[in-house]
Structure formats: structure tokens, C-alpha cells
């Protein structure tokens, strides 16, 4: 009743496991920045989350189209696991952090990381979901990151008053690299050994 295939359970699991990493985070990364950077202050908010939110928005066309033109998949194959593993590392960079440019910079390299994979996990899933299956799918998935950023949420907010950002930057990178590394599990599913496999077809419904 509730099966569906390999690669979007894989996919489902790299998404929640990056949620609840970056979820740790999410409502306090805020507080960060005003209370840990020097000259930090609701102008470096704003400035950090519209640097991020405005390249990501700018290249992911711009990638999601040389991917469609090459065809196959184990181009969006190297690009989602690429693009996933650099973002993952940021959070680390934030251990390090002192400056305003310095968060500046890891966001510009998180941005051009989440333009990769934004675009190639919504391509696959969208070419692999079981026909017929596609609400109870997505559903999942946003069953799944719903869980794990609300979860996230709540309990990175303890650990950052018991052990410190730095402690919780650490486990944000632990979930994404995790979540990162989840995905090899589909690679045999998605193309062929020693070559790329053709893109599945997508049959448009009869109108």
C-alpha cells in the first residue's frame, strides 16, 4: 500500500537528514550573527539572507538548463552530490567565523552549492516517482522535512544553551555530510555502470 521505489526513498531520507542538520540552526542562526560576529546587527541579517536567497535564485536557471541539455543523469548525479557535500562543509566555516565578510563568503559558496543540488534532486525525483504515486511521494517528502525541521528546531535551541553554536555548527555539518552520503545509495538505480543511463521519459497525460 505504502510502497514506493529506491530512489525516491533515498531521496526522501538525504532530504530529511539535510533538514534536521540545518534545522539545528535555522531559527537561531539570527542570534548568531548579532551576539558572535563583531559589528553584527539586524542590517547583517538581512544582508546574509539576501545574499544566499538572490544567487542561489540567480544561478539555479542557469544550471538547471546546461543539465538539460546534457542529456542523462550522471551529470545531475555528480552535481547533487558535489553541490550537497560543499554545503554541508559550510557550517564548519561558521566554527571559525569572527567577521561579517567571513559569513558573507561561506553564504556566497553555500549559494552556488544549493543552485547545484536545488535543481538535480528535484529532477530526479520528478523523473523517478512511481506513476500514480505522485501525491503519496510528495507527501513524504514534505511530510519528512516538516518533522525534521520542527524537531530540529526545538532541540537545537536546547543545545545551543547547553554546549555553545559551535558544538551545533559541528552537527549541522555531521547531518549534511550524512545526508550527502546517503544518496550513493541510489547510484546503480539512476544509470548504468561505466556509463551514463538515458533520462527516463516523462509520458505528458492525454488532454
Known amino acids: 500500500m505504502f510502497k514506493i521505489n529506491k530512489v525516491i526513498k533515498v531521496l526522501i531520507l538525504s532530504d530529511f537528514l539535510l533538514q534536521a542538520g540545518w534545522g539545528l540552526i535555522g531559527p537561531l542562526f539570527a542570534i548568531f550573527l548579532i551576539g558572535q560576529i563583531e559589528g553584527g546587527s539586524l542590517e547583517l541579517v538581512g544582508l546574509v539572507t539576501a545574499v544566499y536567497w538572490i544567487f542561489k535564485s540567480l544561478l ?5 538548463n546546461y543539465l538539460d541539455i546534457n ?12 553541490g550537497m557535500f560543499i554545503a554541508n562543509l559550510v557550517p564548519l566555516g ?20 544549493m543552485a547545484c543540488v536545488i535543481p ?3 529532477a530526479i525525483f520528478t ?5 500514480g504515486r505522485e501525491a503519496f511521494s510528495w507527501s513524504l517528502e514534505s511530510a519528512g522535512i516538516g518533522l525534521a525541521a520542527g524537531i530540529a528546531g526545538a532541540l537545537g535551541a536546547i543545545m545551543v544553551s547547553l554546549f555553545g553554536f ?3 555548527f559541528v552537527l549541522v555539518s555531521v547531518f549534511g555530510i550524512m545526508s550527502s ?4 545509495a541510489m547510484r546503480r538505480s539512476i544509470f548504468r555502470r561505466g556509463r551514463a543511463a538515458s533520462r527516463p521519459s516523462v509520458e505528458k ?3
Do not use: C, M
Open 60 to 64: 539555479q536557471p542557469f544550471i538547471a
Open 181 to 184: 552520503i546517503s544518496l550513493l
Open 120 to 122: 538535480t534532486w528535484s
Open 205 to 207: 497525460p492525454n488532454l
Open 166 to 168: 559551535k558544538v551545533v
Open 94 to 113: 561558521y566554527v571559525f567565523s569572527t567577521q561579517a565578510w567571513h559569513i558573507v563568503i561561506l553564504e556566497l559558496i553555500r549559494a552556488v552549492a
Open 127 to 131: 523523473r523517478h516517482v512511481d506513476r
Open 71 to 82: 542529456h542523462g543523469e550522471r551529470d545531475d548525479f555528480a552535481f547533487l552530490v558535489g
